[in-house]
């Protein structure tokens, strides 16, 4: 139950840094579940990025996956999918 108290309020967090209309980076959608966020790059491309938040959060990883295969883009996704610890956290 504290887990997912700490996740909601994380995701709060999140929502207000990068709301819908943040310039850089926003989060479309969130829950328990899935985040969704959106990268837009200095020339104006978008990049969706999405987080599923298994049942084993904190202990484990959100599971993040992109659907673009840009570099960038893909070395992002892999750094975000090796984290341990505190660094699992979503609103970190």
Partial sequence: MACL???KQEIK???SIFPKNHERFQIVSASVDELTCRFIGKNGKKFEIHANITETYPSAPPVWF???EETSVTSAVHA???TSG??????S
């Fill in 5 to 7: 108290i700490t996740l």
């Fill in 66 to 68: 992109a659907e673009s």
């Fill in 13 to 15: 967090t999140l929502e």
């Fill in 80 to 82: 975000l999918s090796n």
């Fill in 86 to 91: 505190r660094d699992n956290h979503v609103g």
